[in-house]
């Protein structure tokens, strides 16, 4: 019972100090700083088709290359069932959506091109046609309006957290229940290069 009346209180607390500060001009604020005035992500339209190893995979690039249609091939020969019956298409996606390798590989393909070189992944071989390229739309603030205010919570909640725990004294203890010595103040990170 007491400890949940101490979360209550905790709660209440940190709704009465944070409530405030999570407006809709802060929300707008974050929105400007960190969607409005950015540029939209890189996008392709992509499609595979996954093979075992590395011989089939040069095989397939092979065939392509005597004009042999890629959505034939994907349906025929991909091991990836999900895209394969649709001709290999993956559609649209970011880089980050993907298997570092095989965004890697794609991204730096220009669009209405095969990868000439399979593309190794955990999955197995690649081969990969990029059919376009484009920049994505920046979200409207609609779409990420609760996602920038959950994000303000937390922020808001840190900084409280912090500033409390600055004015109180904190005492850690061991698994014998005796007081641990202050832990030494954490020396600065180096400087990224």
Known sequence: MEEAAD??????????????????DAIKQAYQANYASKKGEQEIHARHILVADEAKAKDVIKQLNHG?????????????????????????FKKDDMLPEFSKAAFAM???????TP??????YHVIQVLGSREAAVPAIDQVHDEIR???????VRQIVDAAQKKAKIVRYDAQG??????PAA????PKK
């Open 68 to 92: 042999a249609k890629f959505e034939d091939l994907a349906k025929k020969l991909s091991t990836d069932k999900g895209s394969g019956a649709s001709g290999g298409d993956l559609g649209w």
């Open 7 to 24: 979360n209550a209180l905790q709660n209440a607390y940190l709704q009465e100090k944070v409530g405030p500060l999570v407006t809709e």
């Open 110 to 116: 220009k669009p209405n091109t095969i990868s000439q």
């Open 150 to 156: 959950q994000q303000l919570i937390r922020e808001n």
């Open 178 to 183: 005796k007081p641990l010595p202050d832990a």
């Open 119 to 124: 593309v190794k992944t955990q999955y197995g």
């Open 187 to 190: 020396a600065p990170a180096a």
